[in-house]
């Protein structure tokens, strides 16, 4: 009984969805659905943490942890939830999706990421991802009279199925050669019985990188997430961007620091490839895009990159570097979709900017944060998080790999501050855009607190971060 603390704030948001999904027929109004939901993210935050220490530290077989770097990892996912939650309140009114339904959908999405982060073993690890992607599947594409969020939607379906299959043969090798799934297990087998650097359990490593990579829309398995982004509504892409990329990157720290740590540097190498081609590829990528979707979604396969930095090293501090990274990306993502969703349809196109600051200007200074923070300028927390995982790349012997980190956020400045340019040195186009609704103000007004605290305390940030046990 006790082992159901550990899970408590993933029951919580369980009990939740389905709650909506009970009342959907009588819940008409995207905003009661919408305060339903941030109560569930706050009352699982509020859950983790009154718990926290009262039961065991591992549970259900030692296959899920209660430490800080899953109570970690459980906060940012409540926060993104309800943040995501907040932004979804205009979209679900004009495009007259059911709110219940979508709000229990985001629930459970969140759980799985909570769990993936949590888990000791790769088969929950497994289950936790997949209840996060199949909610996704329905999530992007939801308007279901809009062909492009269809196709967007068979697409995700069609790839992120082969990255699962890839990962669960990774899992099946890992267990057929040392018989455990669970991390301290493998690592012990790996270790005393010699089976460190045999074959089989050098292509589950592999297998499982890939299928992890996929997670974070990490270069060469970034082919989904542009048009995902794209097809799906904009809440919906600034949800996956922030949500499961951090997700992925939790599973990916708990299983190179502890399953795979006896083949540390075989785990590493692929790291740095996945790392350098993310960097490269997300910042080159973006530089042609003028849609505003497309342009984040390869801005966060770059920032996919940087967030492994902080892994190649293997140490504890470079997982720290990528929790503080995984956190303040979050916040500066959401905040820059949250304008594009509270502009409404211009703000999908980067046309959609010009002259913004002339007549909004309380919306043009909100992006421009945001735009400073995911190039990497001072003193936003962009940069803290950013000078950190490169700092991570360099103490570990990766001189290369930190330049190309550095030369590649002096290319994304250009198309960054490109919509910086557009909406300050341009003429305005068009009727003027009205007031953002309150809901998204109320999530810009987060990200941007955390954007701007994260930059000039990032400590505060830093000293939370508990790399897993």
Known sequence: MTDLLLLLPEIVLVVMALSLIVVARRVERAQSAAIFTVIAAAAAIFAGWAFSGAGPATGFGATISGDGYAQFFNVLFAANLALAALLSVKHLDAEHVRPAEFYALLLLSSTGMMLAAAATDLLVVYLGLELMTLCSYIMVGIT?????SNEAAIKYFLLASFASALLLYGISLAYGVTGATDFQAIASAASSRGLAGHPL????????AVGLAFKIAAVPFHAWAPDAYQGASAPVAAFLAAGSKAAGLAALGRVGLIAFAPEQR???GILVGLAALSIAGGSLLALSQSNMKRLLAYSSIAHAGYALLGLVSGTPDGIS???????????MTLGAFGVVIGLGERGEDLAGFRGLAATAPGTAALMLLFLLSLTGIPPTAGFAAKFGVILNAVRSGHLVLAVLAVVCSVVSAFFYLRVAVYMYMTEPQGVAPGRLPAE??????????????????????????????
Not at 321 to 331: C, D, E, L, R
């Open 144 to 148: 279901r009279d809009r062909s492009i």
């Open 201 to 208: 359990l050098l292509v589950a490593v592999a297998l499982v």
């Open 266 to 268: 075989v785990w590493a």
């Open 321 to 331: 570097a990528t929790m503080t990274y995984s956190f303040v990306y979050a916040f």
């Open 440 to 469: 998204v103000s109320a999530a810009l007004a987060v990200a941007a607190f955390l954007t701007i605290m994260g930059g000039m305390f990032p400590e505060t940030f830093t000293a939370w971060t508990v790399p897993p046990s």
